[in-house]
């Protein structure tokens, strides 16, 4: 199991990652939009597993021009001080074999700087596993969003000490 830059080779299993987890993430990804999120990200990586994309990841720092309202959120609450994870997503076949806990290990690290690693689950359906794998990690909810879709979002942030 290797973590690594994401690069453009990877987009379209990412992508397909991603639409075939679409009922448990907050929206879709497109071509474009990928592309548009991997520049404005501070990290865009994969866990590569016997040669194949089994997970990946997109994070954000503070000032980035991302236009999510849980972002906005964290962005209006936290100021300078958050590592937002807009997404962690594990193909179905690689689940619950280390990808996602490997990316969050990195993710913890990295956001040391800014004191707290945050990100939203779905509360309302609720992603019952990502809020059961978030808790374990020792996220709290800190807030909640509701969406013109009719959704409910947790937004959960892990205070990181020295």
């Known amino acids: 199991m290797k973590l690594r830059p994401m690069t453009t080779a990877d987009e379209p299993a990412v992508l397909a990652i991603n639409t075939a987890s679409a009922a448990h993430l907050p929206?879709?990804?497109?071509?474009d939009r990928l592309d548009w999120l991997r520049l404005i990200s501070a990290?865009?990586?994969v866990v590569e597993i016997d040669g194949q994309v089994a997970a990946f990841a997109l994070t954000f720092t503070p000032g980035a021009s991302h236009d999510r309202l849980d972002y906005?959120?964290?962005s209006e609450t936290y100021?300078?001080?958050f590592l937002y994870v807009d997404r962690v997503v594990t193909a179905e076949p690689f689940r619950r074999k280390g990808a996602a806990s490997m990316i969050y290990r990195a993710l913890e690290?990295?956001?040391r700087p800014f004191e707290r690693l945050v990100c939203e689950i779905n509360s309302n359906p609720p992603a019952t596993?990502?809020?059961?794998?978030h808790a374990e990690r020792g996220f709290t909810e800190?807030?909640?969003?509701?969406?013109?879709?009719g959704r409910t979002t947790a937004l959960m942030a892990k205070e990181l000490g020295e």
Not at 27 to 31: E, V
Not at 129 to 133: I, T, V
């Open 27 to 31: 929206n879709t990804l497109t071509p």
């Open 43 to 45: 990290h865009s990586a």
């Open 72 to 74: 906005q959120w964290f």
């Open 79 to 81: 100021g300078a001080k």
């Open 109 to 111: 690290k990295a956001a």
């Open 129 to 133: 596993a990502g809020l059961a794998f």
């Open 142 to 149: 800190v807030g909640k969003l509701s969406h013109a879709d």
